[in-house]
């Protein structure tokens, strides 16, 4: 199920965005912030490693030392990311496994993102938005 997140503007100009369970996030263009682009890449490495986790752990164990790079190509033109580069590694070092395990392993961590990472989903297709502004005066 979506959560409804709201997000309020700060005095430092910075912003901060609440989701209905308490979760929160401060966000801006400052140095020392996040920025939307980055929490594009953010959501995007955190949907794959969420989707992964499973996979990783019933064959590392929950000690894994596994990390995600994302980084992606702007358009300056069109103000946009034109793609993406999502990098996953995984220290399997001392799992032991064979070229055919490592293989297989690859295998289902790409298979438990492809099947439950939404970020991915919703990247991969064109998805409508639709703005409001609401203006209160006087």
């Known amino acids: 199920?979506?959560?409804?997140?709201r997000i309020e503007h700060n005095e430092d100009g910075s912003w901060r965005a609440f989701s209905p369970d308490g979760s929160e996030i401060r966000f801006g263009h400052a140095?020392?912030?996040?920025?939307?682009?980055?929490?594009?890449?953010?959501?995007l490495a955190g949907c794959a490693a969420l989707s992964s986790q499973s996979a990783i752990q019933r064959t590392l164990g929950t000690n894994?030392?596994?990390?995600?790079?994302?980084?992606?190509?702007?358009?300056?033109?069109?103000?946009?990311y034109v793609s993406f580069?999502?990098?996953?590694?995984?220290d399997a070092s001392a799992a032991g496994l064979s070229g055919e395990d490592v293989e297989k392993?690859?295998?289902?961590?790409r298979r438990h993102i492809?099947?439950?990472?939404?970020?991915?989903h919703t990247y991969h297709r064109e998805t409508p938005t639709e703005l409001t502004v609401d203006i209160k005066s006087k």
């Open 1 to 5: 199920m979506a959560k409804n997140i």
């Open 31 to 43: 140095e020392g912030l996040f920025n939307p682009g980055d929490l594009m890449k953010i959501a």
């Open 64 to 80: 894994d030392t596994t990390s995600i790079t994302v980084d992606g190509e702007f358009d300056g033109d069109s103000n946009s």
């Open 85 to 90: 580069q999502e990098h996953i590694s995984v």
């Open 105 to 109: 392993f690859e295998e289902q961590i």
């Open 114 to 120: 492809d099947k439950a990472c939404t970020v991915a």
